[in-house]
C-alpha cells in the first residue's frame, strides 16, 4: 500500500531554487516536502562518467537520463524528447534530477539591470516586471550569500551589501584582450561567478580545471545538489524519483493534493497546506498542462492560457580567429570575464542587447580533431596545434529575446514517454529584434579582431544561433491575471496556496545567465509562503 505522504508545503522540482527555498521554509519551522522526478545525482559518478565520454562537448552526457525521467538529448543523435515544430530550433539541454542543471551550468550568477525589468516603460518592448529592482535586491544578496559568488564590480546592478567572495583574476588572455580593447571602448572585466575563490561554506577554492561545463570535479562551483543537501540535512523530506503527473484542485481552486508516480509506475497522492512549484521552465508548465479537471479544463493556473508562452532564452552568434600575439586561453575556469557594456541603451526600442563572452574552455580538443581531420598528422600536427592553440580566441555573444505568446511549449497530442506521460512539443521562432541584435554583435566582433591583428576569423552565420540553456518565460509573472500566471508573490493568480518561482516566471531574460535571479525570486516566494502558513499573507 502506498505511503500517505503530508507537509506544511509541498515543494515540487529539487534544483537550486526549489532546495534554497525548502531549506529557508524548514528553517523557519515549516514541515516541507520535496519531491524530484530524477534520481540523486553524485559527483563522483558524473566525473566518471564525463571521463569515460567521447562527448565532451555534451552537457548532459555525466547525469544519464532514468526511463521514468527523460531529459532531451541531442548528441550523438536527437532522442526527440523535446519535439521541435517551430522554424528554429530550441535544444534545451537540461537535467531531471535532485541538484538540477546547475551540476552542468557555467557558474555566471550576473544580477538584472534595473532597466531590465522595466522594458515596456522605457522602451516600449516587452513587459515590465511587477516588482522592481530595488524590491528584488535584498534576495539577490540572500541568494549569492548561500551560493558563494564571488566578483569585483556591480556592473551596474546596485548592491546594498559586497560579494561574498572577491572576484577570480582574469587569466592572462582576458587582461592582454582588456588592455588592448579598451582604447574601442570595451570593458572586459571579472564576472560574478557562484564559484569559490578562496575556500567557503566547507568547500575548496577554484583550481583552474577548465571542465565547469559539465562537471566541476572539486565542488568548487555550486550547484543545486548542495542546496538539495543541506536542506535535507536541514529536516527536509527530499523524495527523489517521483514524477508528478497531476495537481489536484478543489472547485474553488485551491490546491489539495499532487500525485506522482515511482520508479515501479505505482501512484501517490501527497497533501499538503501549500504547494511550491519549481521543476524548471518546461518541467513545471507541462505538470500545469496535464492538470486538467472540469473546473479548469486548460490546466491549473492556467486561465489565461499563458501557461507554456513567451519562452525565452539566449540566442548566441561567435567568432573565432586567431590573435597576433599568445593569449593561452583555457587557463582557469571557463567563463571568468566578458564584456558587459553593451547591455543598455535607447537601442533597445529597435534591436537586442548583447553581452560579449569570452569563451575560456580549452581549446586543443576541438583544434586537435580538426587539424587531424585536415589531414595533419606527426610532427606537422604538433607545430600547428602548438601555434593555433597558444592563439586561439572565442568569442560568444548572448542576444535578448523578448516574451512573445508564440514562443511555446505544448503536450504533444500523440507522443509520450515510457511512463506515459505526454512529451513535450516547442514552438520557437527568432525575430528580427534578435537578428538585429545579431548584426551589432557581428560589427563588434569585427571590431575586436581587428584590433586584436585577428586572422583566420570565422563568424556564425545570421539566423542560425547557439543555445545557451537559459529557460526562461512560459510561466510569466505580472499584475493582470489575464495575461500573466503568478503575481507579483509568486502566487499563481487562479489558487491562493500554489507558489510558482525559478526562471520560468521572469517576464524578462535580458542578456545574463538567469540562475541568481531565479534563485532570488524563489527565497523571495519562500517568504511569502511563510507569511501564508502564518495567516499573514
Not at 244 to 262: F, K, T
Not at 278 to 292: Q, R, V
Not at 333 to 342: D, F, V, Y
Amino acid at each position: 500500500m502506498a505511503e500517505s505522504l503530508s507537509a506544511d508545503v509541498v515543494v515540487i522540482g529539487a534544483g537550486i531554487a526549489g532546495s534554497l527555498a525548502a531549506l529557508k521554509m524548514v528553517k523557519a519551522g515549516a514541515s516541507v516536502l520535496m519531491l524530484e522526478s530524477g534520481p540523486e545525482i553524485k559527483r563522483d559518478q558524473a566525473v566518471e562518467y564525463f571521463r569515460n565520454s567521447p562527448f565532451k562537448g555534451d552537457f548532459t552526457e555525466p547525469y544519464p537520463p532514468e526511463p521514468w525521467a527523460p531529459q532531451p538529448k541531442f548528441i550523438p543523435v536527437d532522442n526527440e524528447y523535446l519535439i521541435q515544430k517551430g522554424p528554429d530550433p530550441y535544444r534545451a539541454q537540461y537535467l531531471r534530477g535532485i541538484g538540477g542543471t546547475t551540476w552542468h551550468w557555467a557558474g555566471q550568477a550576473f544580477r538584472l539591470l534595473p532597466n531590465d525589468m522595466r522594458l515596456h516603460s522605457l522602451y516600449g518592448v516587452g513587459r515590465d516586471w511587477p516588482i522592481s529592482y530595488q524590491q528584488l535586491e535584498p534576495w539577490y544578496c540572500e541568494a549569492e550569500y548561500q551560493m558563494g559568488v564571488s566578483g569585483d564590480a556591480d556592473l551596474s546592478s546596485p548592491r546594498s551589501r559586497p560579494y561574498p567572495l572577491p572576484g577570480i583574476p582574469l587569466p592572462y588572455g582576458f587582461e592582454r584582450l582588456k588592455q588592448r580593447l579598451a582604447p574601442l571602448g570595451y570593458e572586459v572585466g571579472i564576472g560574478p561567478q557562484a564559484r569559490n575563490s578562496q575556500p567557503y561554506d566547507g568547500r575548496p577554492a577554484c583550481c583552474g580545471n577548465n571542465n565547469c561545463m559539465p562537471i566541476c570535479p572539486i565542488d568548487a562551483q555550486y550547484h543545486g545538489g548542495i542546496s538539495a543537501r543541506k536542506a535535507l540535512d536541514a529536516g527536509v523530506r527530499v523524495v527523489a524519483n517521483a514524477v508528478v503527473y497531476r495537481i489536484e484542485s478543489d472547485p474553488q481552486g485551491r490546491i489539495q493534493a499532487v500525485h506522482y508516480l515511482d520508479r515501479n509506475r505505482e501512484s501517490h497522492r501527497v497533501t499538503g497546506r501549500c504547494f511550491v512549484l519549481t521543476a524548471n521552465g518546461l518541467e513545471s508548465p507541462k505538470i500545469l498542462l496535464l492538470s486538467t479537471s472540469s473546473h479548469h479544463p486548460q490546466g491549473i493556473a492556467n486561465r489565461s492560457g499563458m501557461v507554456g508562452r513567451n519562452l525565452m532564452d539566449h540566442p548566441g552568434s561567435s567568432v573565432e580567429f586567431y590573435a597576433d600575439e599568445p593569449v593561452w586561453f583555457g587557463r582557469g575556469p571557463m567563463r571568468p570575464g566578458s564584456i558587459n557594456n553593451l547591455r543598455e541603451g535607447a537601442f533597445r526600442r529597435t534591436r537586442s542587447a548583447v553581452r560579449i563572452d569570452f569563451a575560456n574552455t580549452s581549446p586543443v580538443r576541438y583544434l586537435t580533431e580538426r587539424l587531424v581531420r585536415q589531414g595533419f598528422y606527426g610532427k606537422a600536427l604538433n607545430e600547428k596545434l602548438r601555434w593555433q592553440a597558444e592563439r586561439f580566441v572565442l568569442l560568444k555573444s548572448l542576444l535578448e529575446m523578448l516574451p512573445e505568446p508564440d514562443n511555446r511549449v505544448t503536450l504533444s497530442q500523440t507522443k509520450k514517454d515510457a511512463w506515459g506521460i505526454p512529451k513535450l512539443e516547442v514552438y520557437y521562432r527568432f525575430p528580427q529584434y534578435v537578428h538585429r541584435g545579431y548584426d551589432q554583435a557581428a560589427a563588434d566582433f569585427k571590431r575586436i579582431v581587428a584590433q586584436m591583428g585577428g586572422r583566420d576569423a570565422a563568424f556564425s552565420p545570421r539566423g542560425v544561433y547557439d543555445n545557451n540553456q537559459h529557460i526562461t518565460g512560459t510561466m510569466i509573472m505580472g499584475n493582470d491575471p489575464e495575461n500573466s500566471v503568478v503575481n507579483a508573490e509568486c502566487r499563481a493568480h487562479d489558487h491562493p496556496n500554489l507558489f510558482i518561482a525559478g526562471t520560468g516566471i521572469m517576464p524578462s531574460c535580458a542578456t545574463v545567465n538567469s540562475t541568481l535571479t531565479g534563485t532570488a525570486l524563489a527565497l523571495m516566494m519562500a517568504d511569502n509562503v511563510l507569511k501564508t502558513l502564518r495567516g499573514a499573507g
